[in-house]
């Protein structure tokens, strides 16, 4: 894990699709278990209308019923479908974090490239912005942003991307200052290329690795924290389900029916182990080092 | 050592313009955005019932009418004499108002925080020792596994395994936030291992990566020539230059830890700041929210200048080097 990765240029083709580190990757369980609860996970998240045996909302029948044919998992404290609201729970997190965070990772690549290869003042001024919105711990600062916008995912969107851009911004600048001192970087500003020609034409591309890894770090930090935030009562709210809502709700039957509690938590939890897991063997693979994700 | 205290000097003047972005964009977050701090207390089905002049007139009263440079000045100018000034629909003062609840948050963390330290040290060395080793996977694969378990999850699991299986611990903290420090304490074990389950891995991955590194640099080769025994090597050796890459990330690792203590909070019911922000949340109380925002950077930022002390302290090439952004 100590080894430098020397960068390599972009390979256009899909070639590492099936490329012997993918193999390698993919041959330790753990990864390959990640990249299975991911998928599975997406798949439930698209899926989920289709598959639920019941409107998320309505009232089925009588209110904690214990699991049967027909209520898989039971209903919950006034009477809705389990089920159909325990596949349906991570939807709207899964949507909100991945939107915000595909422009807090567009927004971080742009001001990290800017800030590690021009420098000087630049750099200086948009890395203590970056070290101020840093300070502020992200769960309040979305809390903040929220009472101020609001809940909808109309809201949660720009919040999440605000909260998140100064993290991609410090990986992409570190990444980039690195890349800087190599050699083709030196050969293109030799050959008189332009600033912005080398910042889009050379590093950009060694960059994609790293955005991949830090697209799906950072939208599980952000469903992390949109689900901790439902819990809180300060989220997604009823009757929309969610699991960090969910798992708020069961509190209250805690002690007589813990499943209720286990299930939405169980479902959260899945989903993280598998972003994570995947995430660690295939930037171990590739060579991303556990010091470039800060 | 003129040059160190040049570095500390500069580090102390950019903390201070750090504190002050900070207190900016709380400003911004919480009284300029939609709705100024007037129409954010008063909440929606009330508001129809005030007059427009009525909302001016209270609006000059609290000083909502001027301009936003001017209400900003005031703020920083509040928050950096941690004077926090009044809440606006009851006048009470905010400041002695989450007194007590600040000290017990930082019980809580700075409890947690040795903990975990104590944890990350003897964890990342252990697996140091042997880099791919079985100890090492198993170790790695652990701390990446509770990584993912969200807090409040870890939290509740608590409650359900010691509280209500067990019945070895009270569920909820019932203690007031006055109460005696050393019964809040004594309270908090639950919420401390809550946080250090998810909070250790963190840190470890940067501390097994900088063991790793320095293990395999050149003078630790050269001790390990000179047939100094294995444990003094790692301990005295390898360790303080391996807590460098850890030291790095002391504030993203605080603000983590202050985040998830909200959580952790909220599920034990502990006393803290945490329960006092949600609450502020709830009532938008916002000269609360923002003394209790302003405070949590404050925590973050004076741990990362100690942490960026610690590494001019061990690493002598930080040193000589004239500028380190």
């Known amino acids: 894990m100590a080894d430098i990765p020397v960068s390599t240029p972009l390979r256009r083709s899909l070639g590492w699709l099936r490329s012997r580190r993918l193999r390698r990757a993919l041959s330790e369980p753990a990864t390959l278990m990640g990249l299975i609860l991911v998928v599975a996970h997406l798949l439930l998240a698209l899926l989920a209308p289709l598959l639920a045996p019941y409107d998320t909302s309505a009232l089925v029948g009588a209110p904690l019923q214990h699991p049967s044919w027909e209520f898989l998992m039971g209903t919950d404290q006034i009477g809705r479908d389990y089920f159909s609201r325990i596949i349906a729970g991570g939807r709207i997190a899964l949507m909100v974090s991945f939107l915000g965070i595909a422009i807090a990772v567009v927004s971080g690549t742009v001001l990290g490239i800017i800030a590690g290869y021009i420098g000087g003042r630049t750099d200086e001024i948009i890395m203590r912005i970056v070290d101020a919105m840093m300070a502020i711990p992200d769960l309040i600062l979305i809390a903040i942003l929220i009472l101020a916008l609001g809940t909808g995912p109309g809201a949660l969107i720009p919040v999440v991307a605000v909260v998140y851009t100064w993290g991609v911004v410090r990986v992409i600048r570190a990444k980039t200052i690195s890349l800087s001192t190599l050699d083709f970087v030196r050969s293109a500003e030799l050959r008189g290329e332009t600033r912005l020609a080398v910042m889009v034409r050379e590093i950009l591309p060694n960059l994609i690795g790293l955005l991949g890894v830090e697209l799906a770090v950072r939208v599980s930090s952000a469903v992390l924290r949109i689900s901790a935030l439902s819990f809180l009562g300060l989220g997604i709210s009823q009757p929309t389900p969610d699991w960090g809502l969910m798992v708020q709700e069961a509190m209250g039957v805690i002690f007589t029916d813990p499943w209720f509690l286990l299930l939405p938590a169980i479902m959260l939890s899945s989903l993280i182990i598998g972003v994570n897991f995947m995430v660690d063997g295939l930037s171990r693979a590739f060579g991303i080092t556990t010091a470039e994700l800060g | 050592m003129p040059q160190i205290l040049a570095m500390t000097v500069r580090r102390l003047v950019m903390s201070f313009f750090i504190l002050s972005i900070t207190a900016l964009i709380v400003f911004l977050g919480t009284e300029v955005l939609p709705g100024d701090a007037l129409t954010a207390t008063i909440p929606t089905e009330e508001l129809q019932f005030y007059s427009a002049d009525q909302l001016a007139e209270m609006r000059s009263e609290l000083g909502l009418d001027r301009p936003i440079p001017v209400r900003f000045l005031e703020v920083w100018a509040r928050l950096m004499t941690f004077d926090f000034g009044t809440t606006i629909v009851k006048h009470e003062p905010v400041g002695p108002r989450i007194f007590h609840p600040m000290i017990n948050s930082a019980i809580l963390a700075g409890v947690a925080l040795v903990v975990m330290l104590a944890l990350v040290i003897s964890l990342g060395t252990l697996a140091s020792l042997k880099p791919g080793g079985r100890l090492d996977t198993t170790?790695?694969?652990?701390?990446?596994?509770?990584?993912?378990?969200?807090?409040?999850?870890?939290?509740?699991?608590?409650?359900?395994?010691?509280?209500?299986?067990?019945?070895?611990?009270?569920?909820?903290?019932?203690?007031?936030?006055?109460?005696?420090?050393?019964?809040?304490?004594?309270?908090?074990?639950?919420?401390?291992?809550?946080?250090?389950?998810?909070?250790?891995?963190?840190?470890?991955?940067?501390?097994?990566?900088?063991?790793?590194?320095?293990?395999?640099?050149?003078?630790?080769?050269?001790?390990?020539?000179?047939?100094?025994?294995?444990?003094?090597?790692?301990?005295?050796?390898?360790?303080?230059?391996?807590?460098?890459?850890?030291?790095?990330?002391?504030?993203?690792?605080?603000?983590?830890?202050?985040?998830?203590?909200?959580?952790?909070?909220?599920?034990?019911?502990?006393?803290?700041?945490?329960?006092?922000?949600l609450r502020a949340l709830s009532q938008r109380e916002i000269p609360t929210i923002q003394a209790i925002a302003f405070l949590a950077a404050l925590a973050v930022v004076v741990a990362n200048l100690l942490a960026d002390l610690a590494i001019l302290a061990l690493d002598p090439r930080v040193r000589t080097r004239s500028q380190n952004g």
Not at chain 2, 176 to 196: D, E, F, M, W
Request: proline share 6%.
């Open chain 2, 139 to 277: 170790i790695s694969a652990t701390t990446l596994f509770t990584y993912s378990m969200p807090d409040f999850v870890v939290s509740n699991l608590f409650v359900i395994v010691f509280a209500v299986w067990l019945g070895l611990a009270p569920a909820v903290i019932l203690a007031p936030t006055n109460a005696p420090k050393l019964t809040i304490l004594a309270a908090s074990i639950l919420p401390v291992l809550a946080l250090c389950v998810h909070g250790v891995a963190y840190q470890y991955r940067l501390l097994r990566a900088g063991m790793v590194e320095a293990l395999n640099s050149d003078y630790v080769e050269r001790a390990r020539l000179a047939g100094l025994p294995t444990w003094r090597i790692s301990l005295v050796h390898a360790l303080p230059s391996a807590l460098i890459p850890m030291l790095n990330g002391t504030a993203s690792f605080v603000a983590g830890l202050l985040s998830g203590s909200v959580v952790v909070e909220a599920v034990f019911k502990y006393p803290g700041a945490g329960g006092e922000l």
